[in-house]
């Protein structure tokens, strides 16, 4: 296990920005997701922590050692990229002892070491199988126990289950973390999936456009989002047009549309009369029935379209589009499209985000 910290890491590719002062701590024995979409720098970052692009300016330390010097066979680092890369014309036992052996590795360490990796990743008795006797996720194991079997201190995994197809996705993710916190094994995990890294994750970094826009553990990059960017980016949320009224220390207070006034969450920096965005996640609305203490608005039901265990309902309020989501049970009332609602939702449960 190793403490990996990342101080102003920048790079650029023809004067654009690809990285530009990233600086991330990272804790021994953490797993630690880099999310975001295409092209905001999360596998550049990465793959200068394994050596393989050299960094403009910034420092990569493990255990307070300063590592940008270091070649990558140098730095005891595993990464397992989207293509596995696995030899179709090696065995299973072939393929994890090739870098072993590139170390001349002595053989009974080498046949003892594909043992343990074997039997890490669920393998044991696959050593003589090839390739094209390997499904989809069985490749992915046998990626990471080539990895695993050189004993690295820092694990990377560049979207390592984009290859796969859903239902494997959703296995192999869980199969993924159970593994990691088995060993103990200091993580970082590069992806654009966001169900991926909320599921899996200690942490997460969230990067937009070449920097890291926010850091936080699952419940906080979800139910705190840091700007509009990460609100729209991490899962669905709805976006009420709204005014500050008054800002106090203790809580900021609202005007949508024209008549209605509605109480949210203090946020520091507001000032009367600013335009704002009201952030409400669709889990969170209720359809009448609420009792003292939630903040609530009338509302017509556009449609219902039925989900299976969800009921997602599209909604106008303050003369603004909204989506409710409500599981499907028994004896819950359900709305047709023209219904009169009162929605409402716990104050706590919204965020206020500045409109610009």
């Known amino acids: 296990m190793a403490v990996v910290e990342l ?3 920048t790079k650029a590719y023809n004067g654009e920005a690809a990285v530009s002062q990233v600086s991330l701590k990272i804790a021994s024995g953490e797993f630690f997701s880099l999310l975001g979409p295409s092209g905001c720098g999360k596998t550049t970052t990465l793959r200068m922590v394994a050596g393989f692009v050299d960094p403009d300016e910034g420092q990569i330390l493990i255990d307070g050692d300063d590592i940008v010097a270091r070649p990558p066979e140098k730095r005891d680092v595993g990464i397992v990229f989207q293509n596995y890369a696995i030899f179709p014309h090696m065995s299973v036992a072939d393929n994890i002892a090739f870098g072993l052996r590139m170390r001349k590795v002595e053989r009974g360490t080498i046949e003892r070491r594909v043992r343990d990796a074997l039997r890490q990743v669920g393998l044991s008795g696959y050593e003589h199988r090839f390739q094209r006797e390997l499904s989809g996720g069985e490749q992915q194991r046998v990626a990471l126990a080539r990895v695993l079997v050189t004993h690295p201190r820092i694990l990377l995994l560049d979207e390592p289950l984009s290859a796969l197809d859903k239902n494997l996705r959703e296995e192999m993710k869980y199969w993924i973390k159970g593994l990691q916190k088995t060993l103990g094994i ?24 070449s920097r890291v826009v926010q850091v936080g553990p699952p419940t906080e990059i979800y139910e705190r989002p840091a700007d509009l960017f990460v609100t729209t980016f991490i899962g669905h949320s709805n976006l009420l047009d709204a005014t500050v009224a008054e800002s106090t220390a203790d809580s900021v207070g609202l005007t949508l549309g024209e008549r ?6 203090a946020r520091p920096g507001l000032a009367k009369g600013q335009r704002v965005k009201l952030v409400i996640r669709p889990e969170n609305i209720l359809l ?3 009792g003292g203490g939630f903040a609530s608005l ?3 039901v556009e449609a219902r379209v039925y989900q299976g265990a969800l009921i997602r309902y599209q909604l106008t309020a303050a ?16 709305y047709d499209a023209g219904a009169q609602v009162t929605i409402s939702w716990r104050p706590e449960s919204t965020e206020v985000l500045p409109a610009d």
Not at 193 to 205: K, N, Y
Not at 260 to 265: D, K, L, Q
Not at 319 to 334: D, I, K, T, W, Y
Request: charged share 15%.
């Open 7 to 9: 101080v102003g890491l």
């Open 186 to 209: 200091t993580t970082i995990y590069v992806t654009h999936d966001q169900s991926e890294a909320l599921t899996m994750s200690d942490r997460i970094g969230v990067m937009n456009k």
């Open 260 to 265: 209605w006034s509605i109480v949210a969450p």
């Open 288 to 290: 009448d029935g609420a």
């Open 298 to 300: 009338p509302a017509l």
């Open 319 to 334: 003369g603004q589009p909204l989506v409710a989501e409500v599981q499907n049970q028994a004896l819950r009332p359900q």
